[in-house]
Nanobody, 125 residues
């Protein structure tokens, strides 16, 4: 079985930083990893995605330049460094895994097979 476990969420003031972690437990290799978020009353949206080789990550326009996605394959862990946080970033954050072949648009949640349970991020003004 495959399990994704997120951690690192919390409450911060605007302008602050958080680093989220997602550990993949189980037999996955060469999979595409992504972070999504969902705020109350809003649809889930893609935040960032990354291939197993860590090259050419993808970002939503709203976080480009503030968030950085990375992964440590030796630890089966994907990270989301979030800087200059804004109240609009408040949401439940989920990591997701898409086993190969990774096709389609990275921010379409329907293509991801595995999901974590989520970690809450709250940014106060």
């Amino acid at each position: 079985q495959v399990h994704l476990v997120e951690s690192g969420g919390g409450s911060v003031q605007a302008g602050g930083s958080l680093r989220l972690s997602c550990v993949v437990k189980g037999a996955l290799s060469r999979y595409y990893m992504a972070w999504f978020r969902q705020a109350p009353g809003k649809e889930r949206e893609g935040v960032a995605g990354i291939y197993h080789d860590g090259l050419t990550p993808d970002y939503a326009d709203s976080v480009e330049g503030r968030f950085t996605i990375s992964r440590d394959t030796s630890k089966n862990t994907t990270y989301l460094q979030m800087n200059s946080l804004e109240p609009e970033d408040s949401a439940m954050y989920y990591c997701a895994a898409d086993p190969p072949p990774h096709v389609g648009t990275w921010d379409q949640d329907v293509q991801y097979e595995y999901w974590g349970q989520g970690t809450q991020v709250t940014v106060s003004s």
